[in-house]
Nanobody, 126 residues
Framework: QVQLVESGGGLVQAGGSLRLSCAASGRTSSNYAMGWFRQAPGKDREFVSAISRAGVRSNYADSVKGRFTISRDNAKNTVYLQMNSVKPEDTAIYYC???????????????????WGQGIQVTVSS
């Protein structure tokens, strides 16, 4: 079992920055890949970013590329999402997720993740 807890959300003005954290417990985080997803009101949940177990590889949705950075500290069992130059359209509930069992499917797909955090609200004001 893996428990994931997000933190760092809140209200930020457009153009500002915010850093989300996802603390994992229950299993050593270096054993699994991690992802961030988000769900805006009235929309489906969508992929934001993902990072490999060792943090060597990462990928991003086109909508956040160049503005968001994912990273991890396996010694702290924590994954981060640094959000810069935020826009009102970044407003959403952000979820972190863990993929414990390897899958050949892309990390951009929700179905490869077995564990999810409860989500945290990010609101960007214009």
């Amino acid at each position: 079992q893996v428990q994931l807890v997000e933190s760092g959300g809140g209200l930020v003005q457009a153009g500002g920055s915010l850093r989300l954290s996802c603390a994992a417990s229950g299993r050593t985080s270096s054993n699994y890949a991690m992802g961030w997803f988000r769900q805006a009101p009235g929309k489906d949940r969508e992929f934001v970013s993902a990072i490999s177990r060792a943090g060597v590889r990462s990928n991003y949705a086109d909508s956040v590329k160049g503005r968001f950075t994912i990273s991890r500290d396996n010694a702290k069992n924590t994954v981060y999402l640094q959000m810069n130059s935020v826009k009102p359209e970044d407003t959403a509930i952000y979820y972190c997720a863990a993929r414990v069992t390897y899958s050949s499917d892309s990390l951009t797909s929700e179905r490869v993740y077995e564990y999810w955090g409860q989500g945290i609200q990010v609101t960007v004001s214009s």
